[in-house]
């Protein structure tokens, strides 16, 4: 799949998603749509690997989406909280190497969170008063 790609240490997903994201802007508004469809969740690689193939008609622009870097980016997610209208990934880069960013499904914004700030975001499915 995307693991092709090399991704350095210094780079950020919260500085270079966006980009990302922007590439294909209007196939990753309708995956993120579906993300945040269903309500509050929490999503697993493989759902969320199932959901953006399903968000996608043309099959050129479904693989080339999946290959590239924001392919790379959901294959290295472990997890993500849907909190409408957010969607906050947990991904694991490497061993020991983890990042946590938010994305708002209507704009597309970007913006790097704590693990801490995730925690709370995750806790916040099943508690809304935590």
Known sequence: MASKLSFKRMDSIAETMPDALQQSRYQMKRCFQRYVSKGRRLLKNQQLVEELEKS?????????????????????TQEAVVLPPFVAFAVR????????????????????????????FKETLYDEKW
């Open 56 to 76: 996608l008609d043309d099959k050129a622009e479904k693989e080339k989406l999946v290959e590239g870097f924001l392919g790379y980016i959901i294959c290295s």
């Open 93 to 120: 880069m490497n061993p020991g190497i983890w990042e946590y960013v938010k994305v708002h499904s209507d704009d597309l914004s970007v913006e790097g969170i704590t693990p801490s700030e995730y925690l709370k």
